[in-house]
């Protein structure tokens, strides 16, 4: 189980990221012999091949991107696909303020979290023949609030910055029976 920032939390990180790379960039043209000044004496027809040929790159390095995301994600899902490890994420449809008291951001998980994704070791354990039979369940259906043990297995998981290592589980498998997990 991990936190995982959403959509909305990824485009702020990647667009400070994006502005601070284009302050280095800035600053490295400033120390660039020329730099902006033999720019801006060049005659028109210059300047629009310069301009066409920038916006050319520019293209390129978008799709460069793309296709780099591209291969990462598919390592990415590879990956947690491939473990011998029950992995899984649980998303909310509301964000949680992760400064409010454990047992309230329990309540919280419980009344707005589902499973978003998991690996086939998750299913399988679980009694399913495949991971998306899993994405969707409520967190309550494979992790009931009783026993009280999976409470206090949540108030650790909120206490340890969103992460459990060791720890031992009561979840529910389709056909409700109580397996422990580690």
Known sequence: IFANPGIKE???????????L????????????GGVKAISAMPAKEMACLIHELQV????????NEEE???SDERY?????NSSEAIWCLELEQAIDVTIPPERQIEWLYRHGAVAECNQAMAAMHGFENSGEVCGLRLANLFPRLP?????FLRDFIR?????????????????????FV
């Open 10 to 20: 990824l485009r702020m990180m990647e667009n400070q990221e994006k502005s601070e």
């Open 22 to 33: 284009r302050r280095r960039a800035e600053k490295k043209l400033k120390k660039m012999a």
């Open 57 to 64: 790159h520019q293209i390129e390095l978008e799709m460069q």
């Open 69 to 71: 995301l591209k291969a």
């Open 77 to 81: 899902r590879a990956f947690i696909q």
């Open 148 to 152: 009280a043990d999976n409470v206090a």
């Open 160 to 180: 340890n910055g969103y992460r459990v290592n060791e720890q031992e589980s009561k979840e529910l498998t389709r056909g409700s029976e109580v397996r422990y």
